[in-house]
């Protein structure tokens, strides 16, 4: 006996959609692994052909829709492609611009430097809300999957579903993503290549959340933390362009780490590296950048490596100091 199957046409402002954010837009309660099942046994196809999940619509062309899936409970409307309420359409762009990589699971943006990635007190306006407020761009809601500071630009990894975010949080937790920075740093660290261990302990300031390291009696509320440094160039002895690689993620680690070896990150208001800079024509903003992310893929079990370009004021540093991003690469991460 045949079961009943429903065939709609799509719009034409639904052209260029992916398949699967086109079905979590008309059928919002079918999951990315249950529509993946309903394309491999042919119950789902367009225009009487199989295709793939991420195959991409035209105007006009029919989708074949299985009783399975037009019976199941409606939870909500389906989102707009509009932008939502709260949500401008430069925000929007805003976002689109940050991608430097996505596929089906994962998205890797180039945070801008000076906005938040989280919202807080008093901060309404972050990269997390712009995020949710696009979910009929990716079709689900994008989750962050760890964190960087306002000031700090570059890398910044989030997932597309939550099956995703589960199995990239289990990747950070083993430790198995390899992140490296760079940063301009006052002085010049002694030795040239090392490893801090300091652990950290959060403590309030008059400009706000901050941290030190820990002392002796506070080891219950300490929070271990490990940093592997290399200077890449100095510039005589008043600065030095260093790859930092964090093995812990704490908050504010790589600037109180570099402040605790007296080399504070140049523009870093909180740890000392916005006072008497290396040459009067720097921008005072902090001079942290995630360069690099390396990771297994979630899914595939490939490889995701993805690297940032220096966001505007550092190239502006690095031009006035002679020093040149594309000649030096990167070694391969150690996890």
């Known amino acids: 006996m045949s079961e009943r199957v429903q065939t709609i046409k799509v719009k034409t402002d639904e052209a260029g959609l992916r398949l699967d954010r086109w079905f979590r837009l008309h059928f919002p309660d079918v999951g990315y692994v249950y529509l993946q099942k309903l394309l491999r046994t042919g119950q789902v196809r367009v225009d009487s052909k ?12 029919e989708v074949r829709v299985p009783q399975v899936v037009q ?47 989280q919202g807080g007190t008093g901060t309404t306006r972050h990269i997390d809300g712009m995020l949710a407020g696009m979910a009929d761009r990716f079709g689900e809601r994008p989750r962050l999957v760890h964190r960087l500071d306002r000031d700090t630009t570059g890398v910044l990894l989030v997932a597309k579903h939550r099956d995703a975010a589960a199995k990239l ?24 290549q090392g490893k801090i261990e300091a652990p950290l302990v959060k403590a309030a300031g008059p400009d706000g959340d901050r941290v030190r390291k820990a002392l002796p009696g506070e080891q219950e509320v300490a929070m271990h933390a490990t940093t592997h440094y290399s200077v890449i160039e100095r510039l005589a002895n008043k600065a030095a362009w260093v790859s930092l690689k964090p093995v812990t993620g704490r908050q504010h680690q790589l600037r109180a780490h570099m402040a605790l070896i007296g080399n504070p990150i140049v523009g870093d208001n909180k740890y000392g590296g916005d006072e008497n800079l290396p040459a009067e024509q720097i921008e005072n903003k902090l001079h942290l ?11 595939t079990g490939g490889k ?28 391969e991460p150690n996890h």
Do not use: C
Not at 289 to 299: E, G, I, Q, T
């Open 50 to 61: 199989r295709v793939a999940a991420n195959a991409r619509l035209e105007a006009g062309s």
């Open 304 to 331: 995701i490596d993805v690297t940032a370009p220096l966001p505007d004021h550092m190239k502006r540093t690095w031009e006035l100091l002679g020093l040149d991003p594309d000649r030096y690469l990167d070694p």
């Open 169 to 192: 949080g289990r990747i950070f937790q083993t430790r198995s993503a390899a992140k490296t920075y760079w940063a301009l740093v006052k002085g010049v660290p002694k030795p040239h």
């Open 289 to 299: 950048h995630a360069r690099r992310l390396v990771l297994p893929h979630p899914f």
């Open 71 to 117: 019976s199941a409970p409606k939870k909500a409307a389906a989102p707009s492609l509009k932008p939502p309420m709260g949500l401008s359409k430069a925000d929007r762009d805003r976002i689109e611009k940050m991608i430097i990589y996505e596929d089906d699971h994962v998205l890797v943006l180039n945070k801008p430097f000076g906005i938040a990635v």
